[in-house]
């Protein structure tokens, strides 16, 4: 093997060229985790509050407050019943635009039915109270249709739109990948619903026949992050099967894809249906991975607070290979990657920008971590 070959395949590490680019591992020393609290057990969501504290949520079915000094609060009360188990739990959370005023926030989770056999995701709307340690005026605001049993792909990233409205990304169920294709399910789709759960009389499919009217986009797989881009649209990521990982910037009514088309393969290799990665009436993603990164938590840098270079960029966590991955975009366009954090010791759950203009990571580990993450 010549010089050039090996001194690739050492700047790859465990990435691969990625739609004609390749990940970079040189930003590893530009940055610095400083960590906020430990001892969180599978954080997945993570919302700032008023004054510096933050919200985090963790798998299990937990909703903890941390202060400004790191401390890790009582579990809040007030949750209702979660599915806990596999990939569901307590997912997502995010603080309304409004929480000054209202104290309201919504989290998503995997819901049991009555009976216990079959769950979906779910998002509920409630109050935090004055002293930060219950949840007041609960109401399930939206629950995924059909209950299926599974305990994976429960998708469960909430975004609030500049209107109010808000996105929820809900998953396949991974057994139901057949019905993210149709129309009359919540299975594999993106919703928008006002914060009354009701469906906006602006969604694509509001007077369509047969159709439910919650639906924004449709044929996706596993949507476990989302964001606004600076220019207000909706960017997502999503699981793709072996390989096929995405980016995607769902648009009103268009269909994705899933399963009909994918860069991935079956586990263990095999064909998708017909195995084809182009088909008419279908979206391409923005942007995919092969081999599959595992992408979850998503976001866009706006501040100033790592350089000029930096803002502007996407930043996506890697639960498979343990790295935050920056991404350098032009024109809409992925143009280059770099891993940061690439030493492959901790899942990276979620990543947000903070009010202050630091980023922020959650790491999904029995002994989670909520880290801040400075210029080095």
């Known amino acids: 093997m010549n010089l050039r070959i090996r001194t690739l395949l050492r700047l790859l590490g465990s990435g691969?060229?990625?739609?004609?680019?390749?990940?970079?591992?040189?930003?590893?020393?530009?940055?610095?985790?400083?960590?906020?609290?430990?001892?969180?057990?599978?954080?997945?969501?993570?919302?700032?509050?008023p004054g510096g504290r933050f919200l985090v949520t963790e798998r299990p079915g937990r909703l903890r407050l941390i202060g400004t000094d790191g401390k890790i609060g009582a579990p809040i009360a007030g949750l209702p019943a979660i599915a806990a188990g596999g990939q569901g739990g307590l997912l997502d959370v995010l603080v309304d635009s409004g929480f000054e005023?209202?104290?309201?926030?919504?989290?998503?989770?995997?819901?049991p039915a009555a009976n216990g056999s079959t769950n979906s995701t779910a998002l509920a709307r409630a109050q935090l109270s004055e002293d930060g340690a219950k949840l007041e005026n609960l109401k399930i605001v939206f629950s995924q249709q059909p209950k299926v049993a599974s305990r994976h792909h429960f998708g469960c990233r909430i975004v609030e739109a500049r209107d109010g409205t808000l996105f929820l990304t809900l998953g396949d169920r991974f057994s139901r990948k057949e019905d993210a294709q149709k129309l009359d399910n919540h299975l594999g789709k993106i919703v928008r619903i006002s914060k009354d759960g009701t469906a906006p009389k602006d969604n694509p499919f509001i007077d369509k026949a047969g159709v439910l009217p919650e639906i924004w986009s449709y044929g996706h797989r596993n949507g476990q992050g989302a964001t606004l881009a600076p220019d207000g649209r909706l960017w997502m990521t999503e699981h793709g099967p072996q390989g096929g990982d995405e980016i995607n910037v769902p648009q009103a009514g268009r269909n994705y894809g899933w399963p009909a088309i994918t860069y991935g393969e079956n586990y263990g290799g095999g064909k998708i249906g017909d195995g084809i990665t182009a088909k008419e009436g279908m979206e391409q993603p923005l942007h995919y991975w092969v081999p599959s990164i595992a992408p979850s938590g998503m976001a866009f840098l706006t501040s100033d607070r790592y350089g000029a270079g930096w803002k502007g960029n996407l930043f996506v966590g890697s639960l498979k290979f343990g790295y935050l991955d920056r991404i350098e975009l032009k024109d809409g366009k992925v143009v280059a990657e770099h891993k940061l954090m690439a030493d492959g010791r901790a899942r990276i759950r979620d990543v947000k920008q903070g009010p202050?203009?630091?980023?922020?990571?959650?790491?999904?580990?029995?002994?989670?971590?909520?880290?801040?993450?400075?210029p080095n």
């Open 101 to 111: 005023k209202n104290r309201t926030l919504y989290f998503c989770f995997s819901e």
């Open 16 to 49: 691969a060229l990625v739609a004609g680019l390749s990940f970079s591992g040189t930003a590893f020393a530009q940055i610095r985790p400083e960590t906020v609290s430990s001892g969180l057990e599978n954080p997945w969501g993570l919302a700032f509050l």
């Open 356 to 374: 202050d203009g630091w980023l922020y990571v959650l790491t999904d580990e029995s002994d989670g971590k909520l880290l801040r993450l400075r």
